[in-house]
């Protein structure tokens, strides 16, 4: 099959390598129809995670056509087009007992700092991804879901990580009614939090980035206030200064450790990784929130450490949540906002690129080229189903 | 909407410079918040405001629910090739992934570093040390199978042509004058 398959930091290309197989009975292989790039990717991309192996294949966003499934595989058929949660869980340890999907114990051998999660390192459970023609899906009958009829492929892709991600920013920043919600990173889960600071009854909502075309989109789509980062002589004390000098309610970091904006934190974060990313927007998040405000991370930072103001936490009284998102948990009551007209994904998507130009669609992303805010790979099998199903009438 | 380069009438902004000897401010007992009115237009708004609408609240909901959990023992993945495991949670787990299993130099010094739990720095510097020999290790690979990566075209070079030209000319330029600069330095002093 063709498959993305990393080279090294800033390297990747479209490779041909074994399909994948059942593993255990309780396994699926999935002919995937839709798979994205994610802007956590990036940090892998960039070479930040621990334990990325040459010839791994990236890709926790993608939905999929059933083509095989294991003795113990009850719940789904061959056939079934499903979208497939980033995390991979079993369903029953103490954790996924406590719906916490993000953080199964059953599934990583290799760490217990981080679940499992489909193509994203051994670190993560060594899992290959979804960017790819086939990928293996373990716990078929626990972690993917049969796509509504009404809903589109292009929402349902953005299902799997991005929409469920950007809501539960915002659900652990714990809005309450008028709240001014500052969102750093313009990105799609940045967008995606925006939008569902609105739903959860937030007064403001500010996005910060430093790429105008995304602040633009912002500004339009998400209807939003927005902050070019550049143009500011400093984080906190704009945010303060547009707040009344209180600081925000609620501050959400959806960049994590390859945020620009200080040349310390990027030199020792990203060049010299002496720490786990840089730190900026963790600074930015707990200096800008109001005294016993909220702080919400899902930007990924590396398993090592930080550099933060863990003083001004303690000092300001705040509360930090953090998590990868639990998908599957959320997934029921954002269908419910797509088909209410509530949330409209597919909207962010801007590229759509053959799987088979891999090397060039992470280079637009990762350098927020030809004004890229998502893309969508699309694998040369992915309508394979339709033409057979389409042949099969005549 | 406001925007960065609008100023919030009721916001306290002014010059500041941090004096001691400013002028006392009036901060808001109360702040300043949209009313449900001036916020109507925005689609959607308010609809999750209650929070039994939103499904992570509480954070930690048992018994779960929207899954079929398996009954009973999970069935053990059989080993097929060299899985590490953390020294946190021992023993393996009834499911992992079995893609790019520890080999090489880069092998070795992977089994090395799980040796030592998460908790501990040397864990993860030796993992990413691993990983930067395991690159050298892929271009040779490579080599032995008669295949020269196209390091630029896997960096998307294609890309950048296309849409960021000066950027491409720049960054050739820069390339080109350290270059330049090193065989310099290195000839002066064969001198």
Partial sequence: ????????????????????????????????????????????????????????????????????????????????????????????????????????????????????????????????????????????????????????????????????????????????????????????????????????????????????????????????????????????????KMTDWMGADVCIDCVGGDAAGSIAQTLTGRLMKAQAGSSTVLHWCINSVRKGGNVSIVGVYGPTFNMVPMGNVLNKGLTIRANQASVKRHLPRLIEHIREGRLSPKDIITHRVPLEEISDAYHIFSSKLDNCIKTVLIPPRAHEVRAVKASALH | MQTHEQVDEHSHQHHHSGHADEHQQDYPMVPQRPSREQLAHIKGWGADLDRKNRPAVPMERTPPRFIHAHEGKLPQQPETVEILTSTERPGITPIFGTVQPPKGLSGMMRRLAFRWSENDMRHWLILLAADRVNVVEGIGEDLAKGKVPNVLAEMGIKAEWEHNKAGLVKKAAIGAAVLGAAVYLMRRRER
């Fill in chain 1, 1 to 240: 099959m063709l498959a993305m398959n990393y080279r090294g930091p800033y390297r990747v290309r479209a490779d041909h390598k074994p399909d994948p197989v059942i593993e255990h009975p309780g396994d699926a292989i999935v002919r995937v129809t839709r798979t994205c790039i994610c802007g956590s990717d990036l940090h892998l991309y960039h070479g930040m995670v621990p334990d990325t192996r040459v010839g791994h294949t990236f890709g926790h966003e993608f939905i999929g056509v059933v083509e095989d499934v294991g003795s113990d595989v009850r719940n789904l058929k061959v056939g079934d087009r499903v979208m497939v949660p980033f995390n991979l869980f079993c369903g029953s340890c103490f954790f996924c007992q406590h719906e916490l999907y993000g953080n199964c114990h059953n599934t990583n051998p290799e760490a217990t700092a981080v679940g499992a999660i489909y193509g994203y390192s051994h670190t993560a459970g060594g899992y290959d991804g979804g960017q790819a023609e086939y990928v293996r899906v373990p716990m078929a009958d626990v972690g993917p879901m049969v796509i509504p009829d009404d809903i589109h492929d292009d929402d349902a892709v953005l299902l799997t990580d991005v929409t469920p991600t950007g809501y539960q920013a915002a659900e652990m920043g714990d809005i309450s009614e008028g709240d001014t919600v500052v969102i750093f990173g313009a990105g799609p889960i940045g967008l995606l939090a925006a939008k569902s600071s609105w739903l959860m009854g937030a007064g403001r909502v500010i996005v910060v980035d430093e790429v105008e075309y995304r602040l633009e989109f912002a500004k339009r789509w998400a209807q939003c206030e927005v902050v070019n980062f550049r143009e500011v002589n400093d984080m906190a004390e704009h945010i303060k």
